[in-house]
């Protein structure tokens, strides 16, 4: 008989109520809940007022910002689903919402989670498209912003319906508090679903980043190589594209790899045994990228920062105040210097 990967059985027995031998204490389920609150209530507030600011704000309705908003609708989706549920259910210690319940949230936060990830790609193919120009004079329009946001949407739609026909399943992981696809599920017919799901909507993806962002700081080396500024200002912003590309391509593998190598390890190797705690932090990796996708991608970006910092801050905009600040400074120390 295969040695069972956790204390609970892949049945619905699991959704009845508490687990009579549960893979925490009392207190683990607590701090759980914490943990995740943590992650969800910035998240929600800080993709909420992306999405807000730029209903508010023509300035930001741009096709270049389409796929920032697209993945601020994506993570706030993924952390109403699987963030405030993971917090209920880990404060009441079991998964409360029943067989049906474990679907329909592995379905919607999976759905969510993977177009951000796709948008993740997007926003990597269409910078490179506005730098590197690889159709010439072809100019990145709304069209296109439009088309790669509905393909980000579709990609991660044809890959999550499958569990809700047979192929694959959506089940109870880590310690039994949240759903998604049944990746330590032993059936062949799942496991070439977990191959295939991961080979696509993580693989693919991570390649497109790569090569999009290998071709952009070739591009900009390139640049640099030819164009002799004053004070090295191509050098500078070359090295300041490349320093958050590596932040970008970090970020994504943080969030992401842990998840999809665990996976592929228990389909590697089926008789694994993996702990319940050690099969939760992946899954809270991966929800963890809802916080800083909007802190790396939006409010590191001058345009979504001058409308959204003074959104949250009701009005105040200090880097205006700094500004005002450092020159009254430099004014008093002008009057007092020697002439």
Sequence with gaps: MQQQLFAFAANDSSYLGPPRDPPLPRMGYIILSIIMALFT????????????????????????????????????????????????????????????????????????????????????????FVVCKPLGQITFQKKHAVGGIALSWLWSLVWNLPPLFGWGRYDLEGVGTSCAPAWHNKDPGNVSY?????????????????????????????????????????????????????????????????????SMLVVASPDVTISPLVGTVPVYLAKSSTVYNPIIYIYLNKQFRKYAVPFLLCGREPWVEDEASEATTMIETNKVSPS
């Excluded at 963030?83 to 474990?102: D, E």
């Excluded at 693919?204 to 090569?211: K, N, R």
């Design 194 to 262: 977990i191959i295939s799901y991961f080979a696509v909507c993580f693989a693919v993806p991570f390649a497109v980043i790569l090569a999009s962002y290998a071709k952009l700081l070739w591009t900009l080396h390139q640049v640099s190589k030819m164009a002799c500024l004053e004070g090295g200002a191509v050098a500078k912003g070359e090295l300041k594209v490349a320093s958050m590309v590596i932040l970008m391509v970090l970020t994504f593998l943080i969030s992401w790899l842990p998840y999809a190598g665990l």
């Design 41 to 128: 209530c910035p998240a929600i507030v800080l993709n909420a007022t992306v999405i807000i600011v730029s209903l508010m704000h023509k300035q930001l309705r741009q096709p270049l910002n389409y796929a920032l908003v697209n993945m601020a609708v994506a993570d706030l989706g993924t952390a109403m689903t699987g963030g405030v549920l993971s917090v209920v259910n880990n404060a009441q210690g079991y998964f409360s919402l029943g067989r049906t319940g474990c679907v329909m949230e592995g379905f919607a936060v999976s759905l969510c989670g993977i177009t951000s990830l796709c948008t993740v790609a997007l926003i990597a193919v269409e910078r490179m």
